[in-house]
Nanobody, 121 residues
């Protein structure tokens, strides 16, 4: 499956952005979907994941209550709604597809190219 992330940009602190990740070339509903991010000079870290049906979601503590993951299986797309953004949310955001609800990179088999989110103070 191929993944294409979009929606990044420059936003002021306390602002909002919605990231999208469109999947193609596979059966979207076969995959658990996740979002990860990598800040400058840091390792990539888990942000959120969603089950195949969308009924289960899980978040990193750092984004809980501010970010919402969702998916539209009819459109083969997963979203990450990001509210109350902080400068420390600045990172390249990656979507990923895997087979199980997991928080580690190694458990995801397919990755998008990343989209840059910059939050100014």
């Amino acid at each position: 499956v191929q993944l294409q992330a979009s929606g990044g940009g420059l936003v002021q602190a306390a602002g909002s952005l919605r990231l999208s990740c469109a999947a193609s070339g596979g059966t979207f509903t076969s995959y658990v979907m996740g979002w990860f991010r990598q800040a400058p000079g840091k390792e990539r870290e888990f942000v959120s994941t969603i089950s195949r049906s969308g009924s289960f979601t899980y978040y990193a503590d750092s984004v809980k209550g501010r970010f919402t993951i969702s998916r539209d299986n009819a459109k083969n797309t997963v979203y990450l709604q990001m509210n109350s953004l902080k400068p420390e949310d600045t990172a390249v955001y990656y979507c990923a597809a895997g087979n199980n609800i997991r928080v580690q990179e190694k458990d995801y088999d397919y990755w998008g190219q990343g989209t840059l989110v910059t939050v100014s103070s």
